[in-house]
């Protein structure tokens, strides 16, 4: 039996035994471990190689120029192995194939059934954590490391062995999981500044959170289906942004056709594009307008705020409209 088979039916098993939310739970955390795994692994060699380049320059100048070079290309995207991409595309599809069985078991036989497009959703989500764990660095670190190092050279005036062991020692904070203390505030979310780790835990939290949504949107696609609902888990968690959303109505074509542009797109930030975030909820609000439910609805829609996730371990649902 191929491996990938064994994967799903040891998945499915652990959905009968502890239940939907406890396998996905506990299966996303492999993929959260993979993605940790994959960062202190490249950023422990990263910083050997830069500080190597800084020290083996002529001069402490020619050195950051080469460090910063050296961090660049150790921390691109590649960050994460193929074998681990492997393992989370797995992961991640045998995780949106028994969510969507869950989630659509109500529209009628066979519409949990996993289909092409389904499959190909899977894959962009498996591709959407590694590929933002390997721009990390280079949207929100380099910045404030090309800033550091400058200091140590024109406010300090050390010297390259100097100037190495303070490079070093930023370079180990910067690149902690747990103990960074930079502003990441571009890509993540203010409360997660500094801390990798939970910025992965939003990465995954978005596997299911998507998996869920996307999977009943196929399936009721698939069923006719005509309109869906915009639920929001309303109790003292929810953002303004859900409780804004919080029962709208929206086309199930419209949103599956949203859905295959997606899976078609070879842009690896096809989720920001198509499927964005609002800022807040004033860019939902002004989106919006004024005038009647379904003419702001309609103007949601085609700016790609219909579905959830909209934000960081968003709970909300999609639901079928009778």
């Known amino acids: ?30 993929i959260l471990e993979i993605l940790d795994s994959a960062w202190s692994e490249a950023s422990t060699v990263a910083r050997k190689n830069a500080i190597k380049a800084l020290k083996d320059s002529s001069t402490v100048e020619a050195g950051i120029v ?39 078991s109500g529209l009628g036989s066979g519409m949990g059934d996993m289909i092409d497009l389904d499959y190909r959703l899977a894959k962009k989500l498996g591709n959407d954590g590694p590929y933002w764990i390997g721009k990390f660095y280079n949207r929100e670190l380099s910045g404030r490391i090309s800033e550091v190092a400058k200091d140590a050279v024109t406010s300090k005036g050390l ?36 801390n ?19 999977g009943f949107l196929t399936a009721m696609g698939e069923a006719s289906v005509e309109r869906f609902r915009f639920t929001a888990v309303m109790d003292e968690r929810t953002s303004e942004v859900c409780q804004e959303m919080d029962g709208r109505e929206f086309s199930v074509s ?23 975030w609002p800022k807040d909820v004033n860019q939902l609000l ?31 649902l999609v639901e079928q409209v009778l």
Do not use: W
């Open 159 to 194: 010297g390259r062995n100097e100037a190495a062991r303070v490079m070093d020692s930023t370079l180990k904070q910067e690149f902690s999981l747990f103990g960074g203390k930079s502003n990441y505030a571009s890509e993540v979310p203010g409360q997660f500044a500094g």
């Open 1 to 30: 039996m191929c491996e990938s088979c064994i994967s799903t039916m040891v998945f499915e098993r652990a959905v009968s035994i502890y239940g939907l939310n406890r396998a996905v739970s506990d299966t996303l955390e492999e």
């Open 66 to 104: 080469a460090m910063l070079a050296s961090l660049k290309k150790d921390l691109g995207s590649g960050i994460v192995s193929k074998k681990q991409i492997l393992a989370i595309r797995s992961i991640t599809r045998d995780a949106y194939s028994a969510i969507k069985a869950k989630t659509a």
């Open 196 to 214: 990798l780790h939970d910025y992965n835990k939003i990465l995954t939290s978005n596997v299911a959170g998507r998996s869920r949504n996307f």
């Open 254 to 276: 419209y949103a599956v056709s949203r859905l295959e542009e997606i899976a078609e797109s070879d842009n690896p930030e096809a989720f920001k594009d198509l499927a964005p």
């Open 286 to 316: 002004a989106i919006a307008g004024t005038g009647s439910q379904a003419e702001q609805n309609s103007r949601l829609e085609a700016a790609g705020f219909q579905f959830p996730p909209l934000h960081g371990k968003c709970r909300s």
